[in-house]
C-alpha cells in the first residue's frame, strides 16, 4: 500500500508506522514546506498534499480527559478541525484513499461484560465526545462525497518497539510507578476492567484492516486481552518488587470515571481471519521491559 500518514510522532504512530514500512508498505509522511512539522490546524497546510494514495491515516490529536475541559477550544481544533480538514481536502480532489481512524473506549457507558460494537454509549468526557463526533463526520463523507473510512476504537496499548518508551498511558503509568516508587496506586482499589492489547497486535490489525475491503465504511472494537486494572497492576508490582495500594477516587475524577471498558473484539478477529498473539503477563515478564 501507498499510506499519507498524519500523527507519525505518536505513541501509536511511531509504531504503526514502523511496521508499515517493514511491511514493505510506503509510507508518506507530509510536512511543512521548511522540512518542519506541519500545522495540520491551517487549512492552507493541506494545499500541497498529494491524495492519490491507497490510505490515509489519521492518528494525530489531542488526547486527554480531564485536561479537555480547560481547552476545550484545543481539542475541538486538533481532533474535529483536522478531520474535517483533511475530509474536505480529499473530496475537493480526484482521489478517494480510505481513512484509517482511531477511536476510543471513552464513547462507551461501563459494563462488566464485552462490549459490541453497538453497545450503549455514554460520554463523560469532552475527549469522548471529540471522538463519536469525528466518527460520525466520517460516516457523513462516506455518504456524500464516498469517502472511504474505518474506525478502530482502542482501548489500552502497552508495549513499544520504538525508541526507549517501554509503554504509554495506563500500563506506562503502572510501570512508572513501580520503578520510582515502589507501589502502584489505584483509584477504589482497580476493580474496573479493560481490555489490554500489545502495541504488535495492535499495529498488525490495523495493518490488516487497512489493506481489507470488507473492512470498508465499518467501526471495530480492537480486540485484546480482559483483565481488572488490579490484576494487571499486581502483574507488574511483581515485576519490580513493588505493592499495589487502593486510594479512594478524588470527586472530580469520579464523576467522569467511565466504569469497566472490555471489548469484545471478535467482529474483527473474524473478518480479518487473525488471532490476538500477546498476553500481557508474558511481556510484563520478559526482561526486555526493564
Known sequence: MKCLFFGAGGYLGRNLVSQLRQNGNEVVIPSAPD???LDLIKIESYVNIDWNVDVVFLFAGITGTTTAFDNYEKFIAGNELVLLHILDSIRRSSSRPRVIFPSTRLIYGGSDNPL??????????????????????????ANAFDIPYTVLRVC????????????????????SQARSAKRICLYGGG???????????????????????ETTNRTYNVPGENM??????SLV??????????????????????????????????????????????????????
Not at 246 to 272: H, K, N
Open 35 to 37: 522540512g518542519g512539522r
Open 237 to 290: 508490582a511483581a515485576k519490580y518488587g513493588a505493592c499495589v495500594e487502593s486510594v479512594d477516587w478524588p470527586e472530580f475524577d469520579a464523576r467522569i470515571e467511565s466504569g469497566s471498558t472490555v471489548f469484545d473484539g471478535s467482529l474483527l478477529l473474524d473478518t480479518l481471519q487473525t488471532a490476538v498473539e500477546y498476553r500481557f503477563s508474558e511481556w510484563v515478564t520478559d526482561a526486555k521491559v526493564v
Open 228 to 233: 481488572s486494572l488490579y490484576e494487571a497492576a
Open 191 to 213: 476493580t474496573v476492567k479493560r481490555t489490554l492489547t500489545h502495541i504488535d497486535d495492535l499495529c498488525r490489525i490495523i495493518s490488516l484492516t487497512a489493506g481489507h475491503s
Open 116 to 141: 459490541h460494537e453497538n453497545g450503549a454509549q455514554k460520554f463523560k468526557t469532552l475527549y469522548g465526545v471529540n471522538k463519536i463526533a469525528c466518527e460520525h463526520y466520517l460516516n457523513v463523507y
Open 156 to 175: 489500552v496499548p502497552y508495549a513499544s518497539n520504538v525508541g526507549n518508551n517501554y509503554s504509554f498511558g495506563t500500563i506506562g503509568n503502572f510501570i
